[in-house]
């Protein structure tokens, strides 16, 4: 499950920008694109069960929210979420690093164990890539 937040209510709605954006899912029968708002899980819902994997690439401010509501939907216990934090998109008045402390905290408060946390400098100034591993007991 790959997580976006385009489009959104502000962006035109086109499904041929998902084409470019997600080539690999239109030959490969084990990823699905759903063009919806990731926001928004009970719209999409019925299209998917349980999966392994939540790829999530966002920037939003309430990231952390956005990735544990989809977890509690459609991660199975023991799966993994893979979670880029760019620290300029959710608080740019503090360090990078409180940013990545704090949502590495909201991810534990949504039963996600963190396994690994890894910035992306000297590529991408004040970006990091979280693994993290579903905890929850059901």
Known sequence: ?????????????????????TPWCWSNDLLVAIVEDARLPQRYRMLLSTVDVIFADIAQPDQARIIGVNAHHFLKNGGHAVISIKANCIDSTV????????????????NLKPIEQVTLEPYERDHAMVSGKSSRTC
């Open 1 to 21: 499950m790959i997580l976006s937040t385009w489009p959104n209510e502000e962006r035109t709605l086109s499904v041929s920008p998902l084409f470019h954006r």
């Open 95 to 110: 360090p990078a690093a409180q940013v990545f402390a704090r949502e590495v905290e909201a991810l534990r408060k949504d």
